[in-house]
């Protein structure tokens, strides 16, 4: 790849990085501790965007793909992410809420974040292998 496409995939990490630090270590923390709390899902879901372009601009910026990779990390991850967005809202229904138990709700975090992950470094890897193939 050239530089530009390069130069253009750090900017973009380093400006998603800033943006997953201002939401998770400034928005959130700040509404949490404020007492509130009502705000600290929704900073949480639309840091989900910043999130996942972090590792998209990795799976571009970074790794060096050698023929077309399939799409099987980023619908691995797709799936991962919206499977664990209806076990939360099962148990919701059911009657559990995150004061209830919150462990069930943690794990649950925790994998939708390893799936946007996924799904964004698999996007990205794709994109670079694409970018590779029209550049020849």
């Not at 939360?88 to 925790?110: K, T």
């Amino acid at each position: 790849m050239d530089s530009s496409s390069d130069s253009s995939a750090l900017l973009l990490l380093a400006g998603s990085l800033l943006a997953v630090a201002f939401v998770y270590g400034v928005l959130v923390p700040s509404d949490v501790l404020g007492g509130d709390g009502s705000q600290a899902v929704l900073y949480v879901v639309v840091g989900w965007v910043p999130f996942t372009l972090v590792f998209y601009a990795l799976g571009r910026g970074f790794s060096s793909p050698e023929a077309l990779p399939s799409m099987r990390s980023a619908d691995a991850g797709l799936a991962l992410v919206l499977v664990l967005l209806l076990l939360s809202l099962g148990l919701e229904a059911w009657g559990i809420s995150p004061e209830q138990l919150p462990e069930a709700y943690v794990l649950q975090a925790i994998g939708i974040f390893l799936g946007l992950a996924l799904f964004g470094w698999g996007i990205g890897r794709r994109s670079r292998a694409i970018g590779e193939r029209t550049d020849n």
